[in-house]
């Protein structure tokens, strides 16, 4: 017999916030700000180039200083070709954008995030995020009035652990006080998110908002609402 879900955990980028205008948009005004004159146009044609640059190194999550110096370095990555800078500069630059990130005005909910989140509430879920992010991401979370329907936050950087190891999704039933069986996650991506939450025994449930996911082997959901149905066992 299937345990009746108690707990919904959620990502939290790209399935509870995101981020306000569009990447180019921001290292454009970062490098206005530095000084720098970046070209919109050759950063778009550069971007499908240099995708590998964010690549996964789940290291990286789990202190505030290793992201910072990780996404310093693949900012300049990009940005220093574009740029002419010498290495040291660009990293500079990088931590620049880096910085912009942790600002709570930078993020936004998705429109649907606190109908969701009070459903939950209302309907007496346990509710929490699980999230590779600095221990920024509280006060962030709190700004946009989220905190308010979460039970607990479990952060990366902050607790020392990260996707998609078993280990962080395991302290994330420990604060809700649920088996495996009794949580849900919710998350954006099918390695981290999906594959993470299945070594600790949690069923993963993909958001994808675009309808871009190819064939899974996991529930897909195109709105963040639509986890009630798989609450309710549909």
């Given at each position: 017999m299937t345990s009746p879900i108690r707990a919904l955990i959620y990502d939290c980028g790209n399935t509870l916030l995101r981020t306000r205008g569009s990447f180019v948009e921001l290292c454009e005004m970062v490098a206005s700000r530095h000084g720098h004159r970046l070209?919109?146009?050759?950063?778009?044609?550069?971007?499908?180039?240099?995708?590998?640059?964010w690549y996964r190194n789940t290291e990286m999550y789990t202190a505030d200083h290793s992201a910072r110096a990780g996404w310093s370095e693949h900012y300049a990555d990009a940005l220093a070709p574009l740029l002419a800078l010498p290495r040291e500069e660009a990293v500079d630059l990088g931590g620049a954008i880096y910085d912009w990130y942790t600002r709570a005005e930078q993020w936004e909910p998705y429109p649907e995030v606190e109908a969701a989140l009070a459903e939950g509430k209302r309907r007496g879920l346990i509710q929490g995020v699980l999230s590779d992010w600095g221990s920024d991401l509280l006060p962030i979370l709190s700004a946009h009035g989220l905190t308010r329907y979460l039970d607990f936050v479990v952060v990366s950087a902050v607790i020392g652990l990260a996707k998609p190891g078993a280990e962080i999704f395991a302290e994330a039933l420990q604060r809700a006080g649920v088996s495996a069986a009794e949580a849900l996650y919710v998350g954006d991506t099918y390695v981290a998110d999906i594959l993470g939450a299945r070594a600790a025994g949690?069923?993963?449930?993909?958001?994808d908002r675009e309808g871009m996911a190819p064939l899974v082997d996991c529930p897909v959901i195109a709105r963040l609402g639509d986890v009630f149905a798989l609450v309710e066992g549909r």
């Open positions: 070209d919109p146009v050759a950063l778009e044609r550069a971007l499908p180039h240099t995708a590998t640059i949690i069923r993963g449930v993909l958001l």
